[in-house]
Structures are given as structure tokens and as C-alpha cells.
């Protein structure tokens, strides 16, 4: 496989669950959805909550199996294993999870020790000794005193905790790392901290990340390229300087308006449409966008590219950068 090729290419993934008390009715929580992550590169995952960024990460992760798509990871379809059978492959260490809340995601009755190598000997099929020796090793990386390597999690502070799940999630050797708003259960004063921990790692090993946050000013400084996502669609992707400097599309706008010091901010208004059997040719966003007109309501925008082909939107109306200093350098039209 040649070195450019992305360690996760995801065609066209859809999660549909059935709606209680309402038969044959389905939320879809993930619709149609396609995205690539290159060795190394960091992509973020943006979005308001409830548009469907868990369901897809815990597809990536499989920790549930898609209604339908291909997961590729490294050439293979991780989705046509069912997710049970999945657990047990080799591959499941390669892409590891750390998960929001570092109190709900860790065993009570485990050390810390225990956590952390109990990854590592499911998935590698390592001895004892071995898995402790790794548990010392990332123990490490993550700065977490040996000491503390014995403790149970109500012995741990909030950030301590954080770090047993990072270290966990390290331990089997992932080359993907997948987090799902990994500070936002912290204290805003240790938050910082374990940020800078995770962006150093994933510098220091090589790890590709997929990093979801309702921050945008953390994912602005920590990704190089983003995903917006709007009621299971991905309405907008491109490198994360162009997105958050030039949004295309009016979700985005909206969403970036809200950094604070990026000038005037603009509040959305209108009914949330469904995610219950959306009809498939209007636009998601069209109860609540300021530039709707009747196109919107008889044709679902796709995503489509601007000139240059790295930035991508779903808006029939996208505004597209008015001047990238690339299209600029090159002659191109703006
Ligand atoms: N197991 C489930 N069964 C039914 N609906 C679900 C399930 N998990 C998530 N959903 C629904 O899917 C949508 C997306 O949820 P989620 O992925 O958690 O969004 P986010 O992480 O962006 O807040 C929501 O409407 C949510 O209610
Ligand atoms: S396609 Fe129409 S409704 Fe949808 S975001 Fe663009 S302008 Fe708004
Ligand atoms: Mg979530």
C-alpha cells in the first residue's frame, strides 16, 4: 500500500436505529456519510449535540454494527465483520477509544493497572509480565506516577482518571485514536492540560486521531482538517484554517460565529427538523437557514468541492473563500 493512502476510508456509512413505539419508523442517526483519515493526520469532528458524532465514532470503533457502508482501515473492510466477531480480531487494537467521561468509562473494582493492561492482554494475546511491563511504558508517556498505578478510581482525581483512559486506549498500540470530547467531564483547569497531553502523543507516535469536541476553538488549534456534521450528514470538511476563516455553508457560518472575537454572531432560529425519516429531498437544514429558497426543498444538496477541490460543502448557495492565497499564487479565479 503506498504511503499516501488513508489509514481509514469511510464510503458511505449509514446507522439507522428503529423508533420505540413507532413501527417501521427509523431515526437515522448517520446518513450517507464519507470520510478519510491519512496516517499521522488529525481530522476533527464538529457539530451541535445530537447530530450523530458518537453513533459515528462508535461505528469507526465498532463498537455497533453500521445499516450499511464500508469502514476501510489499512485497505480491509472493517464493516463486514459483525462487531461481536470483531473484538476478538488483531485488528481491534489499532483503533482504540477514550472515551468523554473518565469516571463512567473505568471499572470501580480495576486499578489503574488493571485498566490499562487489561486492553493489552485481550488484544495482543500478551503474557502477564509483558502487559505489565507496557503498562509501566505508557504509564509513562501519559505522566502517571508509578504510584499511583495501584490505585482504585475513586483514588484518582478527575485528570488522573483522564490519563488511565489515555493510557488504556495507548496500551494495545493503536494507530488511530479516536476521542469523543475527551475533556469535556474535566475540571476547565485541567482540561488544558490533558489537551496538550493528547496533541504531544499523537505528535510523538505517529497516531492518526479523529477528535470530536463542541469546542471549536480547540478543535481550530489541534486539527489539521475538520468535518462538520449537521443531523447525521457531513455538511461541510476541508482543512481547518480554510473551514473555520472561510465556512461555506450557513450551519458552519453559524457555528464558527459563535468563537468568541470572530465578529458578529449569528443566532440560528427555527424547529430542528427530525431525525426521524427526514424526507430525503429537502435539505436538513432548511427549517432553520437564513438563505433557503425553493431549491432546498426539492433537492438535497450533496457535498460538492470549491475550485481547488480541498474544501467541501453541501449548500446549493455554498460561499466558497473568496480568495485562497493558493488560488491566488496560482492565477486562479477567486
Ligand atoms: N442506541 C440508540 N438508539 C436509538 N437512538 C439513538 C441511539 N444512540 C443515539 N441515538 C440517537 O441518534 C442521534 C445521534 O446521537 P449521538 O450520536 O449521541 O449524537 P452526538 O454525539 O452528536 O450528541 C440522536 O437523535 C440520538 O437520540
Ligand atoms: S441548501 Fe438551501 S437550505 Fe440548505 S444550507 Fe444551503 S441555502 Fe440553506
Ligand atoms: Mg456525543
Redesign the pocket.
Known sequence: MPDHAPLLQVERLSKR?PVAGRRGAL?H??DDVSLHIAPGESLGLV??????????V?LLARLMDASEGRILFNGEDLAALPARQFARTPQRGAIQMVFQDPTDSLNPRYTARDTIAEPCRLLSGVDARTANERVDEVAAQVGLPPELLQRFPHQLSGGQKARVGIARALAPRPRLLIL?EPTAALDVSVQAVVLQLLDRLRRDLGLSTLF?SHDLNVVRLLTERVAV?YL?RIVETGPSSSVFDHPAHPYTQALVSAIPGLGPRIRLEGEVQS?IDPPPQVCRFASRCTAVHDRCRREAPTLHADGLAIHQAACHVARWPARFPVQAAAGLPA
Not at 449535540?49 to 459515528?56: A, E, I, R
Request: proline share 5%; hydrophobic share 35%; glycine share 20%.
Open positions: 436505529f431515526l442517526a448517520v457539530g451541535e449535540s445530537g447530530c450523530g458524532k458518537s453513533t459515528l462508535r469523543d470530536v456534521m447525521g431525525p
